[in-house]
């Protein structure tokens, strides 16, 4: 099995290479394959609380049901996030990875948001919104560069906000010339489960049990409380309450008739029994991590770098790709009661067309470091590319902070 070296990145962002790069990895969770893992939830139109997303797909020759555990955005932003914070410890190369900043005041202390991590990229209406050196941003001659970026030449892009190109980004709200950037990088994690067939052999789909919730207060099961306390206790933490949560406290405390006392669970007081009113977690017999990268993606995208500066830029953005991708398995964090490991080493391939692959080895974040090193140098000595960290200012726009509310408020 070989590495993979800045001379496969070449070959594959050139005319013929190769169309994709394909990690697999199988993982189990960390307690055991006896324990149940919480997938994610989505939001059902018209159904309150969460769901489960289950798909019908194959494992080998066999179809089947599987749950998304970590479903293609998710895992996106957990690559994003990766940088980030790689930036943001002023790592030596990636604090080199242009990226544009967006700053709010709030409360006297300065806020910083990235194109890393803001969901739009560098088209985030946030960017949009704010100003550079007190001209709207949307009319400076840098931001319309970006915008005015094409797959004909997206140099604008690369050297402002790569991670739009590795990740995707949609310049939904321009009149015209929007731009309509794929990503080249995609991953999910699902868990394949067991699931029966009806009397014509059709899977049935599975649906998924409820588990038990309680809290245990123990100064009282119940604790009771009467119009003026109830209201009195509120006002106390009013500033640390939401405006909607403490709304509701004091409405349903006014209705309180005097001599009368209502339950103060609303300010976690009191216990609750348990209920079996959550959705339990799903036991899964393989759970599969993949990952693909699109170098036909890539190949889409020039530079004006002429062909060989051109493939040196499509390299450098497979290897940014690759850095974040490393970061992002070795960090196996994704939500409570889902803790997972890897069950064997991950299985990287790179497809040589025609039906044959190459097995290569997987990348550490160590390899991936100094891959993304070698790219870097050499499209800076073919392409001319400048990477040189924050490559845009943007201060937010004041009034988008005031009518920021939190989840809670937002009615």
Wanted: aromatic residues 6%; hydrophobic residues 40%.
């Amino acid at each position: 099995m070989r590495s993979l070296g800045l001379a496969a990145l070449l070959a594959a962002g050139s005319p013929g290479g190769s169309s994709c790069l394909t990690s697999t990895t199988v993982l189990e969770p960390a307690g055991g394959r006896h324990t149940s893992v919480a997938p994610a939830k989505f939001a059902e139109r018209g159904r309150k609380g969460g769901v489960y997303a289950y798909e019908q797909r194959y494992l080998g020759d066999d179809s089947r049901y599987a749950v998304v555990i970590d479903s293609k955005q998710s895992q996106l932003n957990r690559a994003e996030q990766a940088l980030a914070q790689a930036i943001e410890d002023r790592h030596p190369l990636l604090s080199r990875v242009p990226h544009v900043r967006v700053t709010y005041e709030r409360d006297g202390a300065a806020e910083h948001y990235y194109d890393l991590t803001l969901p739009h990229r560098v088209f985030d209406g946030h960017f949009r919104a704010g100003a550079i050196d007190g001209q709207p941003t949307t009319q400076t001659t840098a931001y319309r560069a970006i915008r005015d970026a094409s797959p004909a030449n997206a140099r604008a892009l690369l050297e402002t906000s790569p991670v739009t190109l590795v990740f995707g980004g949609w310049d939904s709200s321009r009149r015209g010339r929007q731009g309509r950037w794929r990503s080249a990088l995609v991953g999910e994690i699902v868990g394949f489960v067991s699931a029966s067939r009806d009397q014509t052999g059709v899977l049935r789909k599975p649906e998924p049990g409820l588990r038990g919730g309680a809290r245990v207060d123990p100064v009282g099961m119940q604790v009771n409380l009467g119009k003026k306390a109830m209201i009195e206790t509120a006002e106390r933490q009013q500033a640390e309450l939401s405006p909607a949560t403490y709304g509701e406290i004091v409405k349903a405390a006014s209705a309180i008739k005097p001599g009368d006392a209502k339950s103060a669970s609303a300010l976690g007081l009191g216990g609750i029994p348990p209920t079996l009113d959550q959705l339990a977690g799903v036991a899964c017999d393989t759970i599969i991590r993949t990952h693909v990268l699109s170098f036909a993606t890539l190949r889409q995208m020039r530079f004006g770098a002429g062909i060989e500066g051109d493939a040196a830029c499509r390299a450098l953005l497979a290897a940014l790709a690759l850095n974040a991708l490393a970061r992002s398995d070795a960090e196996l964090y994704l939500r409570a009661n889902c803790d997972l490991v890897e069950a064997e080493v991950p299985k990287v391939r790179l497809d040589q067309r025609g039906g044959a692959f190459l097995d290569v080895e997987p990348l550490s974040i160590d390899a991936a470091d100094l891959l993304l090193s070698e790219a870097l140098a050499h499209a800076e000595k073919v392409a001319d590319v400048v990477w040189s960290g924050l490559a845009m200012r943007v201060t937010g726009n004041p009034d988008i902070v005031s009518g920021a509310v939190g989840t809670d408020d937002n009615t």
